[in-house]
């Protein structure tokens, strides 16, 4: 069910500063991100757990802005602190830019959909970007979270949230402490660093993995390698640099598909296609 907080204790963490909000967003943009949010529902069951998990994560970020990790659910609540995890994945992006991301991960769902001629009044979740902050849409209530069969380290958790801040220093450090933790994965979606790096932009700290030995054609529990991410996330030199670096232009996902095929910007498509 929809999950509704109160207005007075939202508007109270705005006025705090907890949530980081720029201090306007363009009318414009909030509108369209409003739109996006109404039309997603209707692709609720095409969604898998990862693509599921990162609007809920945009959309909370595009809300509240960045995540405070301080804040998040307690380790033994899965569920819950997956959710947030995908939150949290977001770093300091600004709430435009996880507006714009959203809307642009609709757009890639729906072809036919144009942010421009349509609002967010009709239908969907029937919000406005004025109230849509004190709601927790029901559809992220059916991402099924898959409990995980072993739980990171404290050393595995630090890693990662090393790479999420970009902290070299720290990656550094750890793998010198131990070096087999370059190719850990994360409890929830089997993704090493290299992975979410690459998912998330992060590129000095895909370069960083590289250079450090880094299984370029490492998998996630979907099978798709760091290329996959690259191409469906529209990250040309990030794909240059993987492909230099042996990755497989040719490996196939779950469903059967390669990188170049999960790809809708003409020139990397193009480029992985060669």
Request: proline content about 5%; aromatic content about 8%.
């Amino acid at each position: 069910m929809f999950i509704v907080w109160a207005v007075t204790s939202f508007q109270g963490k705005r006025g705090n500063g907890l949530t980081r909000n720029e201090s306007t967003i363009d009318a414009l943009l909030e509108a369209k991100f409003d739109a996006a949010a109404t039309r997603l529902p209707a692709f609720r069951l095409q969604l898998d757990q990862k693509t599921g998990l990162k609007f809920y994560g945009l959309y909370k970020q595009a809300i509240l802005g960045p995540a405070n990790p301080k804040d998040g659910p307690y380790w033994y609540e899965t569920e819950s602190r997956t959710k947030f995890n995908a939150w949290l994945a977001n770093g300091q992006m600004s709430r435009s830019e996880a507006m714009e991301k959203y809307i642009e991960m609709v757009m890639a769902l729906d072809r036919e959909w144009d942010p421009n001629t349509e609002t967010g009044n009709k239908g969907g979740w029937n919000k406005t970007p004025s109230t849509m902050g004190v709601i927790e849409p029901e559809m992220f209530d059916d991402i099924v979270i898959t409990k995980p069969t072993r739980l990171e380290t404290e050393k595995e958790k630090e890693w990662f949230a090393a790479m999420r801040s970009n902290n070299l220093e720290a990656m550094q450090r750890l793998l010198k402490e131990d070096p087999a933790i370059i190719e850990a994965k994360d409890q929830h979606l089997a993704m090493t660093a290299l992975l979410w790096a690459t998912d998330l932009g992060c590129d000095p700290v895909v370069q960083f993995l590289i250079s450090n030995g880094a299984d370029v054609n490492a998998v996630d529990n979907c099978l798709q390698t760091p290329l996959h991410f690259a191409a469906q996330c529209h990250r040309p030199l990030l794909a240059e640099i993987l492909v230099q670096a042996g990755a497989d232009k040719k490996a196939l996902d779950a469903d059967g598909l390669t990188p170049a095929e999960c790809c809708d910007e003409p020139e990397l498509k193009i480029f992985l296609s060669e």
